[in-house]
Nanobody, 121 residues
Framework: QVQLVESGGGLVQAGGSLRLSCVVS????????MGWYRQVPGKQREMVAT???????TYADSVKGRFTISRDNAEKAIYLQMNTLKPEDVALYYC???????????????WGKGTLVTVSS
């Protein structure tokens, strides 16, 4: 069974930093794009940052210059370094991965259960 497990969320003061981690476990063939999304109650889940297998990144405009996504393919992990956190960054942060479980098979989306980031003003 494939699982994505996030860690690193917590409470931080505005202007502070947090580093989120996500590790993929289980039997897989390959991982394509991975990323971080976030959601607050009553709103749609939104993309924060994504990274392809070869390291190409995309960021939401709201986090450009403050957040950095990185990836360790050997460890099947991604990270999100979040600096200069703002109260509007408060959300449940989800890890995402497009995973192919077996060679010659199609891939599918996988999600973690989320880690909560709280920023106090």
């Amino acid at each position: 069974q494939v699982q994505l497990v996030e860690s690193g969320g917590g409470l931080v003061q505005a202007g502070g930093s947090l580093r989120l981690s996500c590790v993929v476990s289980g039997s897989i063939f390959s991982i394509n794009t991975m990323g971080w999304y976030r959601q607050v109650p009553g709103k749609q889940r939104e993309m924060v940052a994504t990274i392809t297998h070869d390291g190409s990144t995309t960021y939401a405009d709201s986090v450009k210059g403050r957040f950095t996504i990185s990836r360790d393919n050997a460890e099947k992990a991604i990270y999100l370094q979040m600096n200069t956190l703002k109260p509007e960054d408060v959300a449940l942060y989800y890890c995402y991965a497009f995973i192919v479980r077996r060679a010659w098979a199609g891939g599918m989306d996988y999600w973690g259960k989320g880690t909560l980031v709280t920023v106090s003003s």
